[in-house]
């Protein structure tokens, strides 16, 4: 078949007129699909995979033999992945459309389903353009680029509700944290003092470019841009000038808690119990070590102030001690979540595990059944059954812990460097903070830091209305900046841009 580029897109829709979704985004957005649910319990669901650089290329993998489904469609902005991948469905005699033009893969009626396995700034608008044209959704983590954008996909699932929208929040179908929060709320080891989560995951430098890069022939930029503002890649890491090293640039990514601890964010906030954003959020940090491009911070501290307990994330990209590849562990966790309670703690690793302590250290008890796999089959069942109640990774929940993330780095972004001293002195009163601050001190000094010259970033606190989902109170100059950051909202831009879904109506 034909692939078609973004040329050759814009070419039809001025000719063709009608059929396309490119500027009649928010128009649609107000109308039910007429099609019919898809997929039966007699028949195939037929599932097109988008972006198969890495995280697609396990999805397809997923559907070579997934009993009910079948792979039926690609989707890349970079044609020589998408042949690479072509090819790799081809040696398990798997025959796919392959598109570079994710609109145009819309059009095909024989899609049931898409994966959205993107970069994180195309994930809300290509979830809500997939409702729009009747399409079931698997949308990877994190949910969106914003806050806002986040909430117009959740609004669309919200119109659209006769279609399945599942998010990549994998730790939701694990049986042992579902245990694990059972016991606590059980209260064996008294109330929750706080939850932290952990991503001390060792992040080598990205490399340092005297300027504009050139994007590779194959790629077209202009469409893996899409809502993101359209600027030359600044990076020319091991992986090229354009692919995975968005990630720690604030255009597309969000760093590493936007990256790994969407994960370890929403299984703390589970165990909590909080089913909105929080009240108040302060970050610090900085991005410490040898000089690169990336702008996002490689140590980051966030705090968010829920009422009942504290939710405090960490962020450390470089190892232990400098020389060495081994990370630090908090309590025998380096990706995971740790929940302090008055009588004990629970470790929840990243293979979503989860082990009771005691005070002590003690071990009392452990789940282990490891059930993160029954993810994407959940997916599957959800789409079979047409029974929303099904679905494990919910896009609201993905929304929420998304949204943490963004909080945090939107203090960072709003902070100013500062001498490590006066930061000290400026958190002594809360003992938490301050612990975890104190830590962060000893692995950068641990890491060749001369903490007493480097300064790091210290955000703003910032009052944040999870109603409304806009910040308030506090100085007003503040909080104006603060709602005009990227990460709270980004519309997107010319015919990439992400159309308002009005809540207050539903398709039937």
């Not at 597309?252 to 089913?275: C, K, M, P, T």
């Not at 960490?314 to 302090?340: C, F, H, N, T, W």
């Not at 005009?484 to 207050?504: F, H, Q, W």
């Amino acid at each position: 078949m034909k692939t078609w580029s973004r040329k050759d897109f814009i070419r039809a829709s001025m000719i063709g007129g009608g059929a396309l979704l490119t500027s009649r985004s928010a128009l649609l957005a107000q109308k039910a699909p007429a099609a019919a649910a898809p997929g039966s319990a007699n028949s195939d669901i037929r599932v097109a995979v988008v972006g198969v650089r890495s995280q697609g290329a396990g999805h397809m993998k997923t559907y070579y033999n997934m009993p009910g489904t079948r792979l039926v469609a690609i989707c890349d902005a970079d044609r020589d992945v998408l042949g690479a991948r072509a090819a790799d469905a081809a040696k398990e005699n798997i025959r796919v459309e392959t598109y570079v033009e994710y609109r145009k893969l819309l059009e095909n009626k024989d899609i049931d389903a898409v994966v959205i396995a993107t970069p994180n700034h195309w994930h809300s608008l290509m979830t809500i353009w997939a409702l729009q044209a009747g399409k079931d959704v698997y949308v990877e983590k994190p949910l969106s680029h914003n806050i806002w954008e986040g909430r117009q996909a959740v609004e669309a699932a919200r119109l659209y509700r006769n279609r399945i929208v599942q998010a990549g929040t994998q730790n939701r179908s694990s049986v042992d944290i579902m245990k694990a929060i059972e016991y606590v709320r059980s209260g064996q080891l008294g109330k929750i003092q706080h939850a932290r989560g952990l991503c001390y995951k060792k992040r080598d430098s990205i490399g340092k470019t005297s300027g504009a890069q050139i994007v590779s022939p194959s790629i077209d930029y202009d469409l893996w841009t899409g809502p993101a503002d359209l600027v030359p890649p600044h990076r020319n890491g091991s992986r090229g000038t354009v692919h995975y090293d968005w990630h720690w640039f604030w255009n597309y990514g969000g760093g590493d808690i936007s990256n790994q601890g969407i994960h370890q964010v929403d299984v703390a906030r589970w165990f909590l119990g909080e089913e909105n954003m929080p009240p108040t959020v302060m970050s610090m940090g900085g991005r410490f070590g040898p000089a690169d491009d990336a702008e996002t911070p490689n140590t980051e501290i966030c705090v968010y102030g829920y009422e009942k307990a504290p939710l405090i994330f960490e962020v450390r990209g470089l190892p232990m001690k400098a020389g060495m590849s081994a990370m630090d562990a908090y309590k025998g966790a380096r990706v995971g979540v740790i929940v302090q309670c008055e009588g004990g703690y629970v470790q929840v690793g990243e293979n979503g595990t989860a082990t009771i302590y005691d005070m002590a250290g003690k071990k009392l008890q452990a789940f282990a059944e490891s059930t993160l796999g029954t993810h994407r089959p959940n997916f599957v069942e959800a789409m079979k059954s047409r029974r929303q109640e099904v679905i494990r990774g919910k896009i609201e929940n993905s929304h929420i812990s998304t949204g943490l993330c963004h909080l945090g780095n939107i203090s960072y972004l709003m902070g100013k460097e500062q001498p490590n001293s006066e930061i000290a002195e400026a958190i002594k009163s809360d003992p938490l903070t301050r612990e975890t601050y104190e830590r962060t001190i000893d692995h950068l000094k641990a890491n060749a830091v001369d903490v007493s010259t480097v300064p790091m970033v210290l955000g703003p606190l910032l009052t944040f209305d999870a109603k409304t989902e806009r910040f308030v109170g506090g100085n007003a100059q503040l909080t104006a900046r603060a709602n005009t950051s990227l990460l709270l909202k980004r519309e997107g831009r010319g015919e990439y841009k992400v159309p308002t879904i009005k809540a207050a109506v539903h398709a039937t």
